[in-house]
């Protein structure tokens, strides 16, 4: 196991963050919420950067505080918040990163900064928002580092930019079958297509853990109107929501229910469905 957060309870004013979750070695995990969900929090709590009032965390074995300075050298981080001074170049970025991480592939850093069009010798300061999150990512994937946890690495990205770094986290994987990702974002369509399973936390609390294949594959959406509604067996239904129409549910048993109730529309699922329902929905 490479992640494995127990009860993890973080208070705030007017917010609380209660959730368990894990990631598996060798596999691409998602964690998935509006803003302000406990995403980020949850994170910063693994890396041991916020205290919290209860729980327990295990990062390759060890709680954040145990682990000694190789392994954490072992962790590839992006966080919203970090980054470099804007006063420094790219090329200032080398013997830094090459002192702090032992592991640090500097042929490949500036072959990546060339692939991705990084300029090394332009101040990070007049980088655009992309070129910055860009930069934070190829940092990260190129010390060697056993496990990536990464907090939006995506925003700020056109759509052909966010899939180059997606095929980047791809062969992040491939080189390595003991590899870990645990990545966040708010655009579900970089998660349906990267990730191997999927957390889905609102308000401080995860309300879905499941399979990606079997959230694409099983999980569906009905629509009933009132009297179809009324005779729908909800054994396998997991949130309703009412509409002007009548009711729509998210189901885990889409061919369930299109064999029983041949009249009753059931579309494939998404992502995006299971969010909306999980997050705005009354879950059954």
């Known amino acids: 196991m490479m992640l494995e957060i127990n009860g993890l309870v973080k208070k705030y004013k007017d917010f609380a963050l209660n959730c368990s979750m894990k990631v598996e070695r060798g596999c691409i995990t998602g964690l998935v919420g509006e803003n302000g969900a406990g995403k980020s929090t949850s994170m910063k709590a693994v890396l041991g950067l916020i205290s919290y009032d209860s729980g327990d965390i295990k990062l390759m074995g060890k709680s954040p505080a145990e682990l000694r300075e190789a392994e954490k050298e072992k962790i590839g981080v992006t966080l ?16 830094v990163m090459a002192a702090m ?30 070129m910055k999150a860009k930069l934070k990512v190829l940092v990260a994937v190129t010390h060697d580092a056993d496990f990536l946890l990464l907090d939006e690495p995506t925003t700020g990205l056109d759509v052909t930019a966010r899939e180059s770094i997606l095929d980047l986290f791809r062969e992040y994987m491939e080189e390595d079958e003991s590899r870990s990702i645990l990545i966040s974002s708010h655009i579900s ?10 957390y889905i936390i609102h308000e401080g609390k995860i309300v879905l853990h499941e399979d990606m294949d079997k959230l694409l594959n099983e999980y569906g959406l009905i629509k009933a109107d009132d009297g179809q509604y009324a005779r729908l067996d909800k054994e396998h239904i997991l949130s309703v929501r009412r509409t002007p129409f009548g009711y729509e549910c998210l189901t885990d048993q889409k061919g369930y229910y299109r064999e029983n109730y041949p009249d009753i529309v059931v579309e494939n699922g998404s992502l995006d469905e299971a969010i909306t329902m999980m997050t705005g929905g009354e879950r059954l």
């Open 80 to 95: 919203a918040e970090s980054g470099f001074s804007g006063y420094l170049k790219v090329k200032d970025i080398v013997p």
């Open 101 to 130: 991480y032992p592991g640090f592939d500097r042929e490949r850093f500036l072959n990546l900064c060339r692939r991705f069009n990084i300029p090394q010798d332009k101040y990070i300061k007049e980088f655009s928002t992309g």
């Open 189 to 198: 369509s970089d998660l349906e297509g990267l990730c191997d399973d999927i």
